[in-house]
């Protein structure tokens, strides 16, 4: 490789996706140059091989209509995975792409070299370069994965051909989402996840309504189980063996065991920054990379899933438009509190904020009120809770001794749609007391959420009286 | 009529409406004697005339199902429109009910006459009375609408046929629903409207949108014409004129004009209370009901239509809350800022708060903006607006000086589930740099509500530029 002479610009972005365009964008309509490194599809997963892909399966598999329908509607959602449109837009905001790998190296001014098409390689020097290089699925540890037919999440959410029997590992998100798809597309489907609740992390009834909804979409959910080795059965497909000794027999393996940080070879430590144990690039509330030593690294910021701290589309664009209005001269920090977890199943799960065990976890003194949907006008009206479907709930978790909302799981019809309310109520740090005085429309979803707060204030006034008694 | 001796209780309320029902239970609870009025179904019209039947025919007409099948289903919600589970639970929380019709008599204590079945009256001895009494449908000044066959919307409502013509006289929220919910059940709706646009009071565009919406069920939509005069058809229908020189012929005139307070016989004033021009009963914010000085009448109250100042089931709730709040001796006031006014077509609309010219004329200094869900991620992968249907569309009223949120218009999939965001930063006060950084998830469609709030507070920052220049 022979290196082509340094170039110098205002901004290099290594990466694309999510985070790292809306910050090349918003800092070169700042009137910054602007070079953007990417070595695949501008744009990165989301739109073309995890969010956009999955929700519209999902959208198809509830519609009802078939595998090669789904497959087509897909490929046109996704654009035919064509980045034309992306980077025409780059364009439009005077964004160079620079196609090729990038990584930092050592010294000053900070400079990246990326590795062109071609086996040449171009070296970038700027004042600032954002890190948003991305992750790359975790495979989990079962022996023999191998020498049977895998996916990853990115592979299912391009096949063109429908597994018989699917075996899905992971009962994340990905894991459900993917899981009520392919059951609803026609496919057996098997879930093993090896906590003993699916959504792990998230309060036990989100997960127990999680696993009722995707039996009542027929998969066959299995909690409290790990895979432990795989072999080929012969005809093809695999026979995966579960540490309770059962086995699963089927045509493919989907591995949704979660994402990690690609921060191998971006060259984060030979530019002064420092890891976590997890791989991720450890950054301050600016979005700027700490040194080993916790001080911010002049000039090296880092958005997105390589920051390990937050990885949804919407987090990274969170921390690109604070990079930007840090930039712009309006000191803004990130705020995790409020970003919502969604789950986008019919029905769907929306969760923000910390559970009622996180918040324990964080030192609060912990009130909690779980209202189920079934008893609401709304939903008898449509026999919501009469038949199959799993009628969901809201749970709301409060600070005791403040009233102050600190999380909220919302599972049911239109809960991604109705959860909003309480993200903002935990993004604005407001109490219970003004929630229960909220009034909220008659047959609406929202209601749900009066019960649950009208209970926690009855509590919060009685715990008062017997302080004051 | 020869009265029995006057009974002593603690409260009597008049009316078992939302309201009037929540208030006698929840002072019951505090452990008052409390006898409830009431000459018709305990409950008042929403479970069984209003609110509940109108969504579950609403939902039928969605889900197309055939006439015969959503009247089983409509009167299954409406529980046949016996009140005997309502009578219970007013039992339960120990609540005397009257059956009969009430009014207030001059003099103290506070006395209630009720006319009881058989022509006997009881009169009650009260400290406290709540009016309760509910409103009554507007019929406008049509001439020959008594010639021919109409209908209230409590009569479409508890219908068990279906006109084949049927014109609805009113583009409100009742008329818009009953329009939709007709033609999808069968019939051919033409709908008129005097106003220029349908739900007259919102932003113009929301009433566009509802004309699109309801035109592409089928509704024939008439705006900015006025019916004049009413003759029968000659077949057992109505020919309508109206005063653009056209014509309509219907089988069935739907009056859907709006309601009245019942005040008529009530005593309002008799008790030392007083009506404003349209006939409400005068209340302040802790539902006191004033004198014709302004002044709290001592014990005399009112929540619900009878008070005029917002006719929804849950603004009534509000009511019966703040009444039963200060009864058990913690001040709170009522806040209508915030009570949402949602119509449950499909798609929905939902509004809050302050419309851009209500603002005006309250004398913000306003601006606004909306943005058209069509743009949205979420719209593009189920290809709405490619369609019939109407994308809809976030309006954000916000006063410029401070940013604060006045009011906000929701139209679209799931806009009264998504749109209750804004209500509660409506309620709460909150301003367009916390919308503006407050995240939310990839694909929902509160997505929507970013680049209305960004562009706002990009609008702010370049005033206060201007401002600092």
Redesign the interface.
């Known amino acids: 490789m022979t290196p082509v002479p340094p170039r110098t610009v205002d901004v290099v972005v290594i990466g694309s996706g999510?985070g790292g365009k809306m910050a090349a964008q918003e800092l070169a309509r700042q009137g910054r140059r602007v070079a953007l490194v990417e070595d695949t599809r501008v744009g990165g997963f989301?739109p073309y091989l995890s969010?956009?892909p999955a929700?519209?399966m999902l959208?198809s598999a509830h519609a009802g209509i078939p595998f090669d329908e789904a497959v087509r509607v897909r490929e046109e959602?996704v654009a035919g995975r064509d980045d034309a449109g992306a980077v025409e837009g780059l364009g439009a905001d005077g964004v160079q792409l620079v196609r090729g790998r990038g990584r930092l190296l050592p010294g000053r001014p900070l400079t990246v070299e990326v590795d062109l098409p071609g086996g040449r390689a171009e070296r970038l020097r700027s004042g600032t370069v954002v890190l948003a290089a991305g992750s790359t699925p975790v495979r989990p540890p079962v022996d023999g994965l191998d020498d049977v037919p895998t996916w990853t999440s990115e592979d299912a959410l391009s096949a063109t051909e429908r597994p018989g029997r699917l075996l899905v590992l992971g009962g994340g998100s990905v894991g459900c989402e993917l899981s009520q798809a392919y059951a609803g597309l026609g496919s057996e489907v098997v879930l093993v996840e090896r906590d003993e609740q699916l959504l792990p992390g998230e309060a036990r009834w989100v997960g127990d309504f999680m696993a009722g909804t995707l039996r009542g979409s027929g998969v066959e959910v299995r909690t409290g189980v790990t895979a432990r080795r795989a072999e080929p059965d012969g005809r093809g497909g695999a026979v995966v063996h579960l540490d309770d000794g059962g086995e699963v027999r089927a045509d493919r393996v989907l591995v949704a065991g979660g994402r990690s940080p690609r921060t191998q070879n971006l060259g984060v430590e030979a530019a002064g920054g420092s890891l976590d144990d997890s791989g991720a690039v450890r950054i301050d509330s600016r979005c700027r990379v700490l040194s080993p030593q916790g001080r911010p690294v002049p000039g090296l910021y880092a958005v997105g899933d390589v920051t390990g701290v937050s990885t949804?589309?919407?987090?990274a664009?969170?921390q690109a438009r604070v990079l930007a209005e840090n930039a712009a001269g309006r000191d803004?920090e990130t705020?995790y509190a409020?970003?919502?977890?969604?789950v986008?199943t019919a029905p769907p799960v929306?969760c923000v904020g910390m559970t009622a065990a996180q918040a324990r976890r964080a030192g609060h003194d912990v009130d909690s009120e779980m209202f189920p949907l079934g008893q609401l006008?709304?939903a008898?009206?449509?026999g919501i809770g009469c038949g199959d479907e799993v009628p969901g709930g809201v749970e709301v978790v409060v600070d005791a001794t403040t009233g102050v909302v600190l999380g909220a799981a919302c599972a049911g019809r239109?809960a991604?749609?109705?959860g909003?309310?309480l993200?903002?109520?935990v993004?604005?740090r407001?109490d219970v007391d003004?929630?229960e005085?909220?009034?909220?429309?008659?047959?609406?979803?929202?209601e749900a959420v009066y019960p649950a707060v009208a209970e926690l204030r009855r509590r919060r006034?009685e715990r008062a009286q017997r302080a004051a008694a």
């Not at 949804?312 to 987090?315: I, K, Q």
């Not at 409020?338 to 969604?342: E, L, Q």
């Not at 005085?437 to 929202?446: A, K, N, Q, Y």
């Open positions: 999510s989301c969010c956009v929700k519209s959208l959602a949804y589309t919407h987090s664009n969170m803004r705020d409020a970003v919502p977890r969604a986008y929306f006008e709304r008898n009206l449509i239109e991604d749609s109705w909003a309310e993200a903002l109520a993004r604005a407001l003004l929630l005085e909220h009034v909220r429309g008659f047959l609406t979803w929202s006034l």
